[in-house]
C-alpha cells in the first residue's frame, strides 16, 4: 500500500528565503506526482504535475522534482513572499488502482 | 473554462435534514472524485464516477448517498448525518491518469 511522508510538517522561514519542501513515497508505480497549495478553509490549488517519465517541473519561482527510483519529490520556492503561507500537499497517483494517495501537507509560514 | 465550481460554499444543517452538494466542470474530464477533509488532514477520497459510473465507494456510509446526472455535473445527497460528518467536502476532477487532478473550492458543512 502506498504510504506518502511530508517533512518537515510545518516550516517558518523569513521572506526572501529559498526553501524546500520534501515528499516521499514508498510504492514507485506511479502515474503523476502533484503539488497542490491549499489556504485555510479552501480547496486545492494544482502547482506543479510531474509525470513519471519527467524529472522536473518548472512554473514561476517553483520548481518540483521527482526521482521515482529513490521514491522522493521536492518542491523549490524561490525568493518566498509572505502571499507563500499555505499548506502545500503532495500528491501520488498510483498505476496500480487509478487512487491517489495525499501526504499529510507542510504548513508553511513566511515571516515579514 | 478550467474550473470545478461546487456550491453551495457553506452549508448548516440539522440531523434530520436533507440537503444535496454540487459539483460542476466543463473541462471534458471523464473521471469525478467526492473527498472529506477534516481539519489539519488530507482530503481522504469517498468516491469516484468513471464515464458516469460510480467505480469507487470507499465504504462511505449509506448517508452519503453519490449522483452522476451527466458528465458534467457531480452530486452529493445528504441523509441523516451525524455531527461528526462536519467537514470540507471537496470535488475533483480528472481527464485521464497522466494530466492530474482539478480540485473545486470545497463545501464547508456544518451538522448540528
Same mark, same amino acid.
Given at each position: 500500500k502506498?504510504e &506518502?511522508?511530508?517533512?518537515p510538517a510545518?516550516?517558518? &522561514?523569513?521572506?526572501?528565503?529559498? =526553501? &524546500?519542501l520534501n515528499?516521499?513515497f514508498?510504492?514507485?508505480a506511479i502515474?503523476?506526482?502533484?503539488? $497542490?497549495r491549499?489556504?485555510? /478553509?479552501k /480547496?486545492?490549488?494544482?502547482l506543479?504535475?510531474i509525470?513519471?517519465s519527467?524529472r522536473e517541473?518548472?512554473s514561476?519561482r517553483?520548481?518540483a522534482s =521527482?526521482?521515482?527510483s529513490?521514491?522522493r519529490?521536492t518542491?523549490? *520556492?524561490?525568493?518566498?513572499?509572505p502571499?507563500d503561507?499555505a499548506?502545500? =500537499?503532495?500528491?501520488?497517483e498510483?498505476n496500480?488502482?487509478?487512487?491517489i *494517495? $495525499?501526504g499529510k501537507?507542510?504548513? =508553511?509560514?513566511?515571516?515579514? | 473554462d478550467? !474550473?470545478?465550481t461546487?456550491t453551495?460554499?457553506?452549508l448548516v444543517?440539522?440531523m434530520?435534514?436533507?440537503?444535496?452538494?454540487?459539483c460542476e466542470?466543463?473541462?471534458?474530464?471523464?473521471?469525478? @472524485?467526492w @473527498?472529506?477533509?477534516?481539519a489539519k488532514?488530507?482530503? !481522504? %477520497?469517498?468516491?469516484v464516477?468513471?464515464? #458516469?459510473?460510480?467505480s469507487?465507494n #470507499?465504504?462511505?456510509?449509506?448517508r452519503f448517498s453519490?449522483e452522476?446526472?451527466?458528465?458534467s455535473l457531480?452530486n %452529493?445527497h %445528504?441523509?441523516a448525518l451525524q455531527?461528526?460528518?462536519?467537514?470540507?467536502?471537496?470535488?475533483?476532477?480528472?481527464?485521464?491518469?497522466?494530466y492530474?487532478?482539478?480540485?473545486?473550492?470545497?463545501?464547508? %458543512?456544518t451538522v448540528?
Amino acid at each position: 500500500k502506498q504510504e &506518502v511522508t511530508q517533512i518537515p510538517a510545518a516550516l517558518s &522561514v523569513p521572506e526572501g528565503e529559498n =526553501l &524546500v519542501l520534501n515528499c516521499s513515497f514508498t510504492d514507485s508505480a506511479i502515474y503523476n506526482l502533484q503539488w $497542490f497549495r491549499q489556504d485555510p /478553509g479552501k /480547496g486545492l490549488t494544482s502547482l506543479l504535475l510531474i509525470q513519471s517519465s519527467q524529472r522536473e517541473q518548472t512554473s514561476g519561482r517553483l520548481n518540483a522534482s =521527482l526521482d521515482k527510483s529513490s521514491g522522493r519529490s521536492t518542491l523549490y *520556492i524561490a525568493a518566498s513572499q509572505p502571499g507563500d503561507s499555505a499548506t502545500y =500537499l503532495c500528491a501520488s497517483e498510483s498505476n496500480r488502482d487509478d487512487k491517489i *494517495i $495525499f501526504g499529510k501537507g507542510t504548513r =508553511l509560514h513566511i515571516l515579514p | 473554462d478550467t !474550473e470545478v465550481t461546487q456550491t453551495p460554499k457553506h452549508l448548516v444543517m440539522g440531523m434530520t435534514n436533507k440537503k444535496s452538494l454540487k459539483c460542476e466542470q466543463h473541462m471534458g474530464h471523464r473521471a469525478m @472524485y467526492w @473527498y472529506k477533509q477534516k481539519a489539519k488532514k488530507p482530503p !481522504e %477520497l469517498m468516491f469516484v464516477y468513471s464515464y #458516469e459510473k460510480l467505480s469507487i465507494n #470507499e465504504s462511505v456510509p449509506s448517508r452519503f448517498s453519490p449522483e452522476c446526472p451527466n458528465s458534467s455535473l457531480l452530486n %452529493l445527497h %445528504l441523509h441523516a448525518l451525524q455531527p461528526e460528518d462536519s467537514a470540507l467536502y471537496l470535488c475533483a476532477s480528472s481527464h485521464d491518469n497522466n494530466y492530474g487532478y482539478t480540485f473545486g473550492s470545497g463545501t464547508r %458543512l456544518t451538522v448540528v
